[in-house]
C-alpha cells in the first residue's frame, strides 16, 4: 500500500493505493459520502485487492484531506478526484461512489467521460429534494445550529459546509446526466433516505445503465451489507450488457 498527498488548489488530498501485482489489472476508485473518510471502504477494500488496483480518497474536508481556501462544493470536490487520478497517471477507471461520494461519481461521468470506465452509484441523488423530508428536515435543522454555533467557534465552520452540500446540492441537470457514456450500475436500499422514484428517475436518464433496489437495506449499503453489496460490484464488473 502507498499513501501521499496530492495538491489540489489550496488543498491537499489524501490517498490510499493498494496496487495489484498483476499490472494489466483496472483499478477501482471507492469515493466516500459526507462527514466520512476512506476508511468507510475497509471490506470493500479486502475484497477486491486481490483482483484490483483499489484506489481509496479522502474528499476535500473530510479524513486527512485538508479544507483549503475555496468554497467546498461538490464540483470543486470532484476536480479533486480528477487531479489524483491525473497525478497518479491514471488513465482511466471504474468509480464506486457511495452517497455524496456517488455524487461525486456522477459528476466525474459527465464532465470526464474518457476517463471512466463503469459507474456503481449508490444512494445518489441529483437534487436536494431527492433526500426524504424527514431525513431532510434534521440536517437542515442541524446546519442552521451549526451555523450559528460557527459564529462562536470556527471549528464548526467544517460541519456547517458539510452539512450545506447536503441541504444544497446537488443540482445536476437531466442533460448531465445524459452526457454520460459509461457502464452504470444504480443501487439504492428499499428503505434508503432517497426517493425511490428519485433513484429510478437518474437510472432512466443515465443510457448505459440499471437498477437495483436491495431489498431490507436502507442507505448504508456497502457497510452494512457488504457481502451482498461486494458480489453485486464484481458480478457488474464482469459482465458485459
Known amino acids: 500500500m502507498k499513501?501521499?498527498?496530492?495538491?489540489?488548489?489550496?488543498?491537499?488530498?489524501?490517498?490510499?493505493?493498494?496496487?495489484?501485482?498483476?499490472?494489466?489489472?483496472?483499478?477501482?476508485?471507492?469515493?466516500?459520502?459526507?462527514?466520512?473518510?476512506?476508511?468507510?471502504?475497509?471490506?470493500?477494500?479486502?475484497?477486491?485487492?486481490?483482483?484490483?488496483?483499489?484506489?481509496?480518497?479522502?474528499?476535500?474536508?473530510?479524513?486527512?484531506?485538508?479544507?483549503?481556501?475555496?468554497?467546498?462544493?461538490?464540483?470543486?470536490?470532484?476536480?479533486?478526484?480528477?487531479?489524483?487520478?491525473?497525478?497518479?497517471?491514471?488513465?482511466?477507471?471504474?468509480?464506486?461512489?457511495?452517497?455524496?461520494?456517488?455524487?461525486?461519481?456522477?459528476?466525474?461521468?459527465?464532465?470526464?467521460?474518457?476517463?471512466?470506465?463503469?459507474?456503481?452509484?449508490?444512494?445518489?441523488?441529483?437534487?436536494?429534494?431527492?433526500?426524504?423530508f424527514k431525513f431532510w428536515l434534521p440536517t437542515v435543522l442541524s446546519y442552521y445550529m451549526f451555523t450559528l454555533a460557527a459564529q462562536l467557534d470556527k471549528k464548526n465552520e467544517i460541519h456547517r459546509d458539510m452539512l450545506s452540500i447536503m441541504i444544497k446540492e446537488p443540482n445536476i441537470s437531466e442533460e448531465s446526466l445524459s452526457k454520460i457514456t459509461a457502464k452504470t450500475l444504480v443501487v439504492a436500499g428499499e428503505n434508503d433516505i432517497i426517493k425511490l422514484k428519485h433513484t429510478k428517475k437518474i437510472a432512466k436518464l443515465i443510457k448505459n445503465s440499471r437498477l437495483e433496489i436491495i431489498k431490507n437495506a436502507d442507505h448504508f449499503i456497502p457497510y452494512k451489507m457488504p457481502d451482498v453489496f461486494n458480489e453485486l460490484i464484481s458480478d457488474f464488473l464482469n459482465e458485459t450488457f
Open 3 to 132: 499513501s501521499g498527498f496530492v495538491q489540489s488548489g489550496s488543498a491537499k488530498i489524501n490517498f490510499e493505493i493498494y496496487e495489484n501485482s498483476d499490472t494489466s489489472s483496472e483499478v477501482l476508485v471507492f469515493l466516500h459520502g459526507n462527514s466520512e473518510s476512506l476508511e468507510y471502504f475497509k471490506k470493500q477494500r479486502d475484497f477486491f485487492e486481490d483482483k484490483y488496483t483499489i484506489l481509496l480518497i479522502d474528499s476535500r474536508g473530510h479524513g486527512k484531506s485538508e479544507f483549503g481556501g475555496e468554497k467546498l462544493t461538490l464540483d470543486l470536490m470532484a476536480e479533486d478526484i480528477f487531479c489524483v487520478l491525473n497525478q497518479l497517471r491514471i488513465p482511466k477507471a471504474n468509480i464506486i461512489g457511495f452517497s455524496d461520494g456517488a455524487n461525486l461519481a456522477l459528476i466525474l461521468g459527465y464532465k470526464h467521460p474518457q476517463r471512466i470506465k463503469r459507474l456503481v452509484l449508490t444512494g445518489a441523488n441529483i437534487k436536494p429534494n431527492g433526500l426524504k
